[in-house]
């Protein structure tokens, strides 16, 4: 069986606006709300949900920072092609 994640995400174009955010996040402050709030992805509007995905549907760094996560964690900043993401992974299957 195939180990799938399901993660929620900011992305933001810049390191430093990375570290910002996640420290809001360590000081309490709602993830969905932030990544309604500031994520340059679309996936932002919903609260930075990108669904549940299967090794090789992400770019790499996001995919490995991903699957080394437990449910639970908030990992970043990782830094892709795309910018950088705070990731929150919601559930492992």
């Known amino acids: 069986m195939t180990t799938k994640v399901r993660a929620s995400h900011i992305l933001v174009k810049t390191e430093a606006e990375a570290k910002d955010i996640l420290s809001k996040i360590n000081a ?8 309604k709030k500031f994520s340059t992805c679309p996936s932002g509007r919903k609260g930075g949900d990108l669904g ?30 795309f910018g950088y993401h705070i ?5 492992t299957k």
């Open 28 to 35: 309490g402050d709602n993830f969905e709300a932030l990544a």
């Open 52 to 81: 549940m995905f299967g090794k090789g549907m992400m770019v790499k760094e996001f995919e490995d920072a991903s699957f080394k996560a437990k449910a639970g964690d908030v990992v970043g900043p990782v830094k892709t092609q």
């Open 87 to 91: 990731i929150k992974v919601t559930e």
